[in-house]
């Protein structure tokens, strides 16, 4: 029963660590996104490609990350 318990609790720890490791990089897009005198135009398709890497973040990390590089290289 303690190992399963120790277990549980390993997993909803690693879990919690999981989930926000990216937020650095959406927090960058929207600081970004605040302050770049870009067009609307593309400051819709920078949060297009925020939400699709958010979309992805665990579920295809690699393709996250590309979504957030590329929206961070069309806000400089």
């Known amino acids: 029963m303690k190992k399963i318990f ?3 609790s390993a997993m909803f720890i690693s879990f919690g ?3 926000g490791c ?3 990089k959406v927090n960058a ?3 970004k996104l605040k ?3 870009v067009s609307e135009t593309v400051k819709q398709e ?14 295809n990390a690699k393709m996250a990350v590309k ?3 590329d929206a961070i290289g069309k806000l400089n």
Request: aromatic share 10%.
């Open 22 to 24: 990216m937020t650095n």
């Open 17 to 19: 660590l999981h989930a």
């Open 46 to 59: 920078v949060m297009r490609l925020r939400d699709l890497g958010i979309k992805n973040e665990h579920s």
């Open 6 to 8: 120790a277990f549980s």
């Open 35 to 37: 302050v770049s005198a």
């Open 29 to 31: 897009i929207n600081d």
């Open 67 to 69: 979504y957030f590089e």
